[in-house]
């Protein structure tokens, strides 16, 4: 440091000569003085900045730094620049070098700063001011990382890094909550007390005798459940923030997970455990290689990659597996167990960091009411991952927050603990009122008494006493006829809205606002082609619809952003004032309604069909004309809007995806009707429960019509039971009755399943005559791979039924011809039934093995590469090939008993010869080592029937109707 003070000109000089040493493309002295004091700024206004120490010589300053500088992030808009990051480094590492913090306090001095907030914490680093981090919010700990981008740790007084990075990893995961949890959140000491006790945190003086969390081992879910805006997601936000970084109190892993976000997949539970461990990941602090934590997460990832593995496996028609449910129970269970390993050693970790014992590990999932109408079977999976998880790891605790009351049937009879989430008492109320500006004590009283405690209407009060007299609360507001009903405090939401928008400048967009909520979705589209022609705009621009839908978008109070830039209206509001606008205005809401079919019915993405879909049902038009309009792919985005359809239009469109309907809709049910509904939850319960509950489920209707989708799912069960004669029993009642032109597809699969009873029996005549019968009518059906499945299984049992082998040869031609002439689309879509296929026709059709062979090996390869066949067997295989392999130039000896020749080398080469077709003895080779796959079609459904079955049974897991 400088003891002596220097003039102006040798500072200038000491300047130009250390930039030079720093690097050799530096500006001409005039230029550094603005250098030097933008470094000590966030942003600035380059035309006013002033240099340090003053010039002789007058410079245009903007001139003279702005190809220094880059648009300051945050301050476009206010036209602020910032010193390019290598700039202000150097900068400070000179003023550091010439002075340290006094220079760079003379420096600061300058210039007029704008309050920023990496500007407050830079000026905290120059006054040598602690960083207590652990009371920084994310913003404050952006700001503060800024100053390590900017070289100042080198020169002390900075937390230690690592420290830092292990602070903004955990604030991090609750970075989205502190724009709810700010001063204005009070009371819920209940609530917050009652989430304390059910993790296990403890006061601070028992925590540093303990050191550990308390409670009991295992605890079921904990369900925190109100109305919209009751404020659950703002609760446990303050839970998590209380305790992120609690060095006094302890702190715990989490995850956040919401059923809202387009990554959540709740009929893939294993999607949302991988989902948390990156969250749980990025809260341990870095670790060696062996951390055993991250040791642990490895693995996990491991058993995830294994896992999709084998639900590929399942989905081949042609496999080695013969009770397919219990291979994916199994292969769920080894997840599960590894998933809960995982947080075993996560909360380890967390524990040794703090010195603690007796750690857990917390899953949050927050807006339950996405899924809350989803079949409860759909849902067992998902409850069934978290208890398997939990058996592994008994600290894992799970909060579940939505709007509706639990219901039993949503985890199969387990046990939960509910956490109801009520208005805000009186006093709480008032003191929300008074730090949401309204001062006067008496108004605040005023206002609780007419609305109530909900804090989302306090806050909509609030918006309307700040512009209306409300000495004696709200005027004209009404609640008393209301309030005999469940959703009086939506209404008086609903009226407070339409109080809000009645003070909205632009007549325009009022006009707009309350009859736009008939609507789910707003865009500037729809309000051109929609809104503006049936509320009374008449025909307006495409640009005033753009000023109009930004106006509307102001409204924060009113709508939500999407992520397709669309608003959409907060639904615990709109729904009752839909209602109440259908009552008071149904011309209107239908008028509406029809233009938005029309404007949709043109559109092509699934969300423009959504929309179409769902206007068609509120207006209760024909089902075949809806379904008409119907395309996969929509379901997630109706799936909110059941409480809202007519009944009729609930079974309908309960019939198309997942939705839990009430016990008496479905009595109201026709049994056409009926039987799609209970399908699609029987295949559910077949994927996530098993075919003792996909049995269960059918039962509770005994009716069936002539030709109903049920006897093949229910025959499907009791073969995965083992339990043959009840399957044959129920096909042989199904097969006898089943109408002459009814659904061909739907006789194939019943004769398909009787003859896979049979074989379970020992019935081989009785299974040959079924597959004779099968074989005759797959000629009449649209796609050959039914008829190719069917004689593939018939070759076998021929075996057993006719030594002679009398029927063989014909049979053999048939396959061969038929595989001949399939069509590429259907090669790629069976290329494991079709490897079967030419194993069991053999080499005698070289024609039809060279065309089919060559397209299914590579999915061989990758089996064999995954160790789903055994190198061994296949090295057998072409051991005993001698001459063949010296056909191909393989070194026998090297490669049978090193192996140093590449084994998928090879295979490819007598794929090509096959293809070449040139010697004839390699398609037999072929044919021996893809029989080293040892696939049979015990399980399996049967091919080709896409064409015949309806909607729901496409869309249910497909391991299920492979």
């Known amino acids: 440091m400088q003891s002596e003070k220097l003039s102006t000109s040798e500072i200038l000089a000491e300047l130009d000569r250390r930039m030079k040493l720093r690097a050799s493309d530096r500006p001409a002295n005039p230029v550094l003085p ?22 002789s010589m007058p410079i245009d300053p903007l001139q003279a730094v702005f190809d220094f500088t880059m648009p300051a992030i945050g301050y476009r808009h206010l036209r602020l620049r910032s010193l390019k ?29 704008i309050p920023t907030e990496v500007q407050a914490m830079f000026e905290r680093w120059i006054d040598e001011r602690p960083f207590d981090i652990s009371s920084f919010n994310s913003d404050g700990l952006r700001a503060l990382g800024q100053l390590y981008d900017w070289g100042l740790a080198e020169h002390g007084g900075l937390p230690e890094r690592a420290h830092f990075d292990r602070f903004v990893r955990r604030r991090s995961a609750v970075s989205l909550f502190e724009h709810m949890v700010d001063e204005t959140f009070v ?21 540093e005798r303990l050191r550990a969390f308390v409670g009991l081992e295992s605890q079921p879910p904990l369900v925190i459940w109100g109305p919209g805006g009751i404020g659950k997601t703002a609760l446990v936000g303050k839970f998590l923030l209380e305790h992120v970084n609690a060095p006094r109190a302890g702190w715990f892993p989490f995850a956040y997970m919401t059923f809202d976000s387009d990554t959540t997949n709740i009929r893939e539970p294993f999607t949302l455990l991988v989902a948390a461990t990156g969250q ?25 990659g294994q896992y999709r593995g084998r639900r590929v ?28 390993t995982m947080l075993r050693e996560i909360a380890r970790t967390a524990g040794a960091e703090q010195g603690a014992s007796k750690v857990p590990v917390l899953l949050v999932f927050d807006s339950f009411e996405e899924v809350y109408y ?105 609640t008393r006829r209301y309030w005999l009903f469940s959703v009086a405090q939506s209404i008086v939401q609903g009226q407070l809205y339409r109080r809000i928008l009645d003070h909205i400048h632009d007549p325009d967009v ?41 106006l509307l978008r102001r409204e924060h109070a009113l709508v939500s952003i999407e992520s397709d830039n669309s608003l959409r209206y907060r639904e615990e509001v709109r729904q009752p004032v839909l209602v109440m606008l259908t009552n008071d205005r149904p011309d209107r809401v239908r008028a509406l309604q029809e233009a938005a079919v029309h404007y949709y019915e043109s559109g092509k993405g699934l969300v423009d069909r959504a929309e179409e879909i769902y206007n068609r049902l509120m207006l209760k038009q024909p089902e075949w004309l809806v379904a008409d309009r119907w395309q996969p792919g929509i379901e997630g985005l109706l799936a909110s809007t059941v409480t809202e359809l007519p009944v009729e239009q609930q079974i309908w469109l309960a019939s198309r995806m997942s939705i839990e309907l009430p016990a008496e809709t479905y009595m109201l049910a026709d049994q056409a009707s009926w039987e799609r509904l209970i399908g699609r939850k029987a295949l559910e319960a077949f994927r996530y429960a098993g075919p003792k509950e996909t049995i269960e489920t059918l039962r509770q209707r005994a009716e069936r019509s002539a030709d109903s989708p049920l006897f093949a799912i229910e025959a499907r069960a009791w073969l995965a039971l083992e339990q043959p004669r009840e399957a044959a029993a129920l096909l042989d009642r199904a097969l006898d009755d089943y109408p002459t032109l009814a659904n061909p597809g739907r006789f194939a699969e019943l004769l398909w399943f009787r003859a896979q009873a049979a074989l379970r029996l020992a019935k081989a005549d009785e299974a040959y005559a079924f597959l004779e019968r099968l074989v005759a009518l797959s000629s009449t059906l649209s796609s050959a791979l039914t008829g190719i499945q069917a004689l593939c299984e018939i070759l076998t049992v021929s075996r057993t039924v006719d030594p002679t082998g009398a029927s063989l040869a014909e049979q053999k031609r048939s396959l061969a011809y038929s595989l001949t002439e399939l069509p590429d689309l259907d090669i790629q879509k069976e290329k494991d039934l079709l490897r079967l296929a030419l194993v069991r026709l053999g080499p005698d059709f070289p024609v039809t093995v060279s065309r089919i062979a060559p397209r299914v090996a590579d999915q061989f390869i990758d089996l064999w590469k995954n160790g789903e066949v055994d190198s061994s067997e296949i090295m057998r295989k072409l051991a005993q090939q001698p001459a063949l392999l010296k056909y191909l130039s393989v070194d026998i000896e090297r490669f049978s008993s090193s192996q140093s020749e590449s084994l998928e080398h090879v295979i490819r080469q007598i794929v090509e010869m096959v293809e070449r077709n040139e010697v004839t003895a390699f398609e037999g080779l072929l044919l021996e080592i893809f029989g ?12 080709g029937l896409d064409a015949y079955r309806e909607q729901w049974e496409l869309e249910a897991a497909s391991e299920m109707v492979s």
């Open 34 to 55: 603005y250098l030097l004091s933008a470094s000590v700024l966030h942003v600035f206004q380059p035309a006013t900045l002033k240099p340090w120490l003053g010039l």
């Open 85 to 113: 990051p290598e700039i202000r480094r150097q900068a400070l590492w000179w003023l550091w070098e010439f002075g340290q913090r006094r220079v760079m306090r003379d420096v600061l001095n300058s210039n007029e700063r």
């Open 187 to 207: 009371g819920r000491d209940t609530e917050l007390q009652a989430l304390r006790n059910y993790v296990g945190v403890v006061a601070p003086s028992i925590w």
């Open 280 to 304: 749980l990941e990025y809260q341990i602090s870095e670790g060696s290689p062996g951390n055993a934590a991250r040791n642990a997460i490895a693995e996990f990832r491991k058993q995830v």
């Open 313 to 340: 496996e399942l989905k081949r028609r042609a496999g080695t597996t013969r009770n397919r449910g219990a291979v994916l129970s199994t292969a769920e269970r080894n997840l599960y167990a590894a998933f809960g």
């Open 374 to 478: 989803r079949n409860r079977e759909e849902l067992l999976g998902f409850w069934r991952m978290l208890e398997a998880a939990q058996k592994s790891f008994p600290l894992l605790r799970i909060v579940i927050a939505g709007r509706a009351q639990p219901r039993p049937a949503w985890i199969g009879g387990s046990k939960f603990i509910e956490q109801p989430l009520e208005n805000l008492s009186p006093p709480d109320a008032q003191r929300l009122l008074r730090r949401l500006g309204i001062g006067d004590a008496a108004v605040a009283q005023a206002i609780v008494k007419q609305v109530g405690g909900s804090p989302l209407t306090l806050r909509l009060a609030a918006r309307v006493a700040q512009t209306e007299d409300a000495s004696d609360g709200i005027k004209g507001l009404e």
């Open 510 to 550: 009022r006009a707009l606002a309350h009859p736009g909520m008939v609507l789910r979705r707003i865009t500037a589209g729809v309000i051109k082609e929609v809104l503006a022609p049936v509320c009374g705009l008449g025909e307006i621009s495409r640009e005033r619809a753009e000023e109009l839908f930004e």
């Open 932 to 943: 080293t796959e040892r696939a049979s079609l015990s399980g399996a459904s049967l091919a």
